[in-house]
């Protein structure tokens, strides 16, 4: 199965991996840009000021770093499995796909113990990982072994 | 040019060759791109639709909550759902009568009616992404060949649409499942055993919708060598008949002085007009729904096959 043809689910997955990757990353950017924005403010203001801000934007210091570096790494991770799908390899494809999906359960855990609070946006938010880890393990599981 | 018939297979239809077709068809729907993108799109689609809903109602609920006296879940869905403004709507989007409305909103659960009437809209245009490359495909890597060696055509053709029909299904119920569930535990608005009769009448109100669209992208992959040529026209046939319906209503009135309410029966000249009488209160006008939607389903699929049966692969 390797060294034959690759399925067309295992690079319509690949082009959905780079297409996340690409519009997370821009994600990613923005809210650096917020936060540049935000600290400047801060600067500016009295550091109750500061405070009230930072609340008013919805954000807490930690847990928008914590943020930013899971969408960081969730990105990376999408880009470099994307090119695995398509190279059809084992720990580039299977594993760091694998790694993705829970990465951003991980994130959603987090960010509903950090108080976002589970809605439906968070199951729409985690139908791509869920269906990346069933998908990568079991129906292209045996053509990810490059 | 016609492919000879093979010797060692079937020249009659058989059940045994569509339900194997048609399981192996499902089965390997998601190694084909085609079926992994409905599958992503359907669930997308679906969820989003509800969240258009299901959100606001949170926010208010949970607005709601922090002021003392403050309302519930079920009397904000009350209040808000099951108002004249939100009947009227009701009306103006599936062109029915009060009576109609209320049966959506008030004797049914309404916010999953709201979700269901958006749904349906959606519906024919996310089908064609599950359905157009049912033969197109094969017939350009002349994959289908190795097919006529075992069986006759009518089984390669029906078995790909039983295949699509049946991975359509499952999508479906995923989808409406995690809606239901949604609903019943997280909102909490309405009875579980309202919501569980109702949500399975919209299954099979999106189910029934959904057949005519998988048989029309039937026909178009067989007329077509290319499959995104085929996702092009079935979507296109999807969107511009309503258009060119409704370019011929306004000209039928203006020109012709016609009352618009006379020219009702020109939508229900395609599955589209139906869509709405699969949730009507009136089991007889359910009935008919159903059956207008499987008459539609078996005049594209004869027309399909009768294509299919002469076309060169």
Known sequence: MAEGKRPGGLTALAVLNFVFGGLGALAVLGMIALVGVVAGAANIATDGEAGELMVEAGLSGGMLMVTIVLMAASCALLIVSGVGYLKQKRVLGRTMGTLYGILALLGTAIGIAGGQGFELATIIGLVYPVLTL????????EDLVN | MMEPATSNASRVWSPQHVWLIAFYSMRFALRSGGGLMFLLIFLT????????????????????SAVPGGMDAVEISTTILESEMVADAVEWITDSDRDQSE??????????????????????????????????????????????????RINIFLGRFVGVVLFTIVSTIGTMLVIILYVQF???????????????????????????????????????????????????????????????KLSLISSMKMDPESLGWLSQTLPWGWKYELLHGDPMVRMTAILAMLGFTLAFLLLGLR?????DL
């Open chain 1, 134 to 141: 069933i998908l990568i393990n079991t129906t292209f599981k």
């Open chain 2, 45 to 64: 689609v679906g969820l989003s639709v509800a969240s258009l809903f299901i959100t606001p109602l949170e926010s208010l609920v949970k607005y709601d």
């Open chain 2, 103 to 152: 049966y959506l909103l008030q004797e049914q659960p309404a916010l999953l009616s709201a979700i269901l009437l958006i749904l349906l809209i959606a519906v024919p245009f996310t089908t064609c992404f599950g359905a157009f490359n049912q033969t197109s495909g094969d017939i350009a890597s002349r994959g289908l060949r190795y097919l006529l060696l075992r069986t006759e």
């Open chain 2, 186 to 248: 997280k909102v909490g608005a309405y009875s579980g055993v309202d919501l569980w009769l109702w949500g399975f009448q919209g299954l099979a109100a999106v189910f029934f919708l959904s057949l005519p669209y998988i048989a029309l992208c039937a026909w178009v992959s067989c007329l077509l060598d290319t499959s995104f040529g085929s996702l092009a026209i079935c979507l296109l046939i999807s969107g511009f008949s309503l258009v060119l319906l409704y370019v011929l």
């Open chain 2, 307 to 311: 294509h299919f049966q002469k076309r």
